[in-house]
């Protein structure tokens, strides 16, 4: 099993970049399939982008489509979501997750989730 967890959240301006990355502890990261979502305040947790075991394949949630860009090294044992022209809505808790299946990856289930780390986008 994999544990995730996150860094490089933070606060930025409406425009900024910021660059969030994933590690994990234990073995075998290259066979799970890894996610980033995220939960706002008062809202439910959802999909942000999702990377397949190799990296090939990626998926995004329409919201950030363009913006946002997914990334991994199975070397490493990291995963990455790079966020640029971020926008006050982009405010929240953004969590890394791991999944075995390749199924279903803009779901929520994942098999291990981190704790999270904050981003917040001032106007």
């Known amino acids: 099993q994999v544990q995730p967890v996150e860094s490089g959240g933070g606060s930025v301006q409406a425009g900024a970049s910021l660059k969030l990355s994933c590690s994990t502890s234990?073995?075998?990261?290259?066979?799970?399939?890894m996610g980033w979502f995220r939960q706002a305040p008062g809202k439910e947790r959802e999909f942000v982008a999702a990377?397949?075991?190799?990296?090939?394949?990626?998926y995004y949630s329409a919201s950030v489509q363009g913006r946002f860009t997914i990334s991994r090294d199975n070397a490493k044992n990291a995963v990455w979501l790079q966020m640029n022209s971020l926008k006050p809505e982009d405010t929240a808790v953004y969590y890394c997750?791991?999944?075995?299946?390749?199924?279903?990856?803009?779901?929520?289930?994942?098999?291990?989730w981190g704790q999270g780390t904050q981003v917040t986008v001032s106007s």
């Open positions: 997750a791991a999944k075995l299946l390749s199924d279903k990856l803009m779901s929520q289930e994942y098999d291990y």
């Open positions: 234990g073995v075998g990261f290259a066979i799970y399939n």
């Open positions: 990377s397949s075991r190799s990296g090939q394949t990626t």
